[in-house]
């Protein structure tokens, strides 16, 4: 199809595969490539970790207690709908542009991970919940070894949405942040955006689409593990 569409387009805005593929393999054998990759990376990691811990403590309660969900609930939905790149342009302003790329993440990709978590929760067999509020049981540190793995197929889909939108708003956020001091497949986006070099850009964006098609490989395998067990 990419093939056939640059066929009809017959325009150096937007290359074929042929012209693509070899640069790809050329900045692929860059140094400095694997350095983007690797920030890029790294800071979602942070950001997920962060996230994941959040909608854990967080989802507990909303999943558990009504009320705490009611309250909590506009916050989830006022951070579902911040506008992404005015945030960034504000955190850049208050804190390090570094600190920033994680926050902004960080904000947008915990809704995903809380809903899932309360999702799961709530959609736990009533025999479980029921059998551990009998027996006293029913804490926070229970919810971890009983309620939380028996949630897992929901909290798995979770995290496949979240480190996907989590991506892409890390690379939009590194080409919006404006400094070539932190590496990011953002800032090679925006260097080849600069300099009108779109094969560059498909290149990137093909490395992008792989990291995120590994991610969610990874995820559902680790689901699929999960539930035959």
């Known amino acids: 199809l990419w093939y056939i569409i640059s ?3 017959n325009s150096s805005l937007f290359p074929n595969p042929g012209v693509v593929m070899p640069d790809l393999c050329y900045i692929l054998s860059l140094q400095d490539t694997w350095a983007a990759i690797g920030g890029t990376l790294l800071r979602l990691v942070i950001s997920f970790v962060i996230s994941f811990a959040l909608a854990l403590i967080f989802g507990y309660f909303g999943g558990r207690f009504h009320s705490f969900y ?16 005015a945030i960034i342009y504000v955190l850049i302003v208050l804190t390090k542009p570094t ?12 809704p995903i991970l809380y809903e899932a978590v ?11 919940i029921d059998e551990l509020k009998v027996n006293g049981g029913y804490t926070f540190r229970s919810s971890f070894k009983i309620v939380y793995p028996l949630a897992w197929p929901s909290i798995a ?17 590194e080409v919006l942040c404006g400094t070539d001091t932190i590496p990011g497949l953002g800032r090679m986006l925006y260097h080849g955006y600069y300099d009108a070099n779109l094969t560059r850009v498909f290149s990137v964006a093909f490395i992008a689409i792989i990291l995120i098609g590994i991610t969610d490989i990874s995820v559902y395998y680790m689901k699929k593990k999960k539930v035959n067990k």
């Open 118 to 128: 309360v999702s799961g929760i709530k959609n736990t067999d009533k025999r479980y």
């Open 157 to 173: 889909l979770g995290i496949v949405q979240s480190l996907g939108l989590g991506m892409k708003v890390s690379i939009m956020s």
């Open 7 to 9: 066929l009809c387009v």
């Open 70 to 85: 009611k309250i909590f609930n506009p916050l989830i939905v006022t951070l579902r709908t911040l506008p992404t790149a």
């Open 99 to 110: 600190y920033a790329l994680i926050i902004i993440v960080t904000l947008l990709i915990f």
